[in-house]
């Protein structure tokens, strides 16, 4: 069995053990120590990783009591060796997990809700309730989480007797069969837990939910805390300063002017879809009547005007109707329309003629073209169907 020296100091940093196993795996060499700080993979979290002297540790799991170090060099056992954990990763996923901890504690206690579902990915937390929360009360879940790290709380993680356990309320998401150890923050939540937590709910720093959603006929919610959401916080102010200073507006004035820049686009998009059919009823009506097939090039018609022309040329000849909208370089969208020829019976002839791609009805196909203009105006000339 290895002592495991992460459930008597969270905040272990480094610590000496001896090597009693190291054996060869197909992804590196797993060792095994006398004791270690290295949390393995469980609860949600993710296992620790750093050195063990000179071998760099990626993985940690634990199997019957003994925990196993994934290292990408073996080690001679039998020597004392120090080691390391990265302490930043290991103390952001502290701060996340007693984050966690207190706002599923929160949401228990305000609303009933129980926690059945939990994610800690690298980057965000993931919480699944069993209860829809509108957003306004999950704002207040989240004021009564600050406020459980502004009181700066001890976090007790023990483990308790059979006899404790039997008086003792706890969260927890299955049956344990193992001995159960115990996360405890007074007044906010008491749950079962094998992984390391803060000692006190200050070293948290902040809770922040980002998101919200229905899932399963409950609520799935995004938040980060500590480190992770400060780092949010400033990547957030950097790109609203950025957005301020494009808008001349003030950082928390942007929603407003954003708002007006939408209505302005709005506004010109009307006006554009106006132009624009008026632009294709001027093109329609200087197109003279023909038994044949019409073709036209434009490059600023939307895919909607385009169609309109279309129809109006559909009127004025007995063969195709063809627009074509784009340029050489990127290729032509075309539309082709006619009354009286079966366009998807002969849309294979059509689009060699035109050394394009698309299909569609009887009365109108579709496509994209890579041929020349005027390659492209002299077959549909002499197109025949």
């Known amino acids: 069995m290895t002592e495991k020296l992460y459930y008597l100091d969270s905040h272990l940093q480094e610590f000496t053990a001896k090597v009693v196993d190291c054996e060869y795996d197909e992804r590196g060499f797993l060792i095994t120590l006398d004791k270690t700080a290295f949390f393995p993979e469980g609860g949600g979290q993710q296992p620790d990783t750093g050195y063990i002297g000179p071998a760099r540790v990626i993985d940690v799991q634990e199997k019957d009591g003994i925990i196993r170090h994934l290292c990408e060099e073996p080690l001679p056992m039998g020597i004392e060796i120090l080691c390391r954990i990265d302490w930043d990763v290991r103390f952001r996923r502290m701060q996340s997990h007693s984050g966690e901890h207190i706002v599923s504690g929160v949401a228990h206690r305000l609303y009933g809700c129980e926690n059945v579902g939990f994610h800690m990915g690298e980057d965000a937390i993931t919480i699944d309730l069993n209860i829809d929360l509108s957003w306004e009360q999950l704002k207040e879940v989240e004021r ?18 059979d006899e404790e356990l039997e008086h003792m309320y706890y969260r927890s998401k299955m049956e344990l069969k193992e001995r159960v150890r115990v996360v405890r923050i007074e007044g906010y939540d008491s749950c079962a837990c094998c992984a390391p937590h803060v000692n006190h709910t200050g070293e948290i720093g902040i809770i922040k939910l980002l998101d919200s959603q229905r899932h399963r006929g409950g609520t799935r919610i995004t938040m980060l805390c500590g480190q992770d959401a400060y780092w949010d916080y400033v990547r957030k ?34 006006k554009c879809d106006k132009l624009s059919m008026e632009l294709v009823r001027v093109k329609a009506e200087s197109v003279e009547k023909t038994d044949g097939n019409i073709c036209l090039f434009d490059s600023v018609l939307d895919e909607i005007a385009q169609r309109e022309l279309v129809n109006q040329l559909m009127e004025k000849c007995e063969g195709l109707a063809a627009v074509f909208c784009g340029n050489e370089e990127d290729g032509w969208r075309y539309i082709i329309g006619s009354k009286n020829i079966d366009l998807r019976a002969n849309s294979k002839a059509i689009n060699e003629a035109i050394e394009g791609r698309g299909g569609g009805s009887a009365q109108m196909i579709q496509g994209m073209s890579t041929g020349k203009k005027e390659a492209i105006e002299a077959s549909l000339k002499t197109l025949s169907l």
């Open 237 to 270: 102010q950097e790109s609203v300063t950025e957005i301020s200073q494009l808008l001349s507006a003030k950082r928390d004035e942007v929603a407003p002017a954003v708002q007006r820049i939408l209505k302005d686009q709005q506004a010109m998009r009307e």
């Open 144 to 161: 009564h989480a600050n406020l459980a790290i502004w009181s700066d709380l001890p976090v007790k993680a023990w483990l308790p007797s």
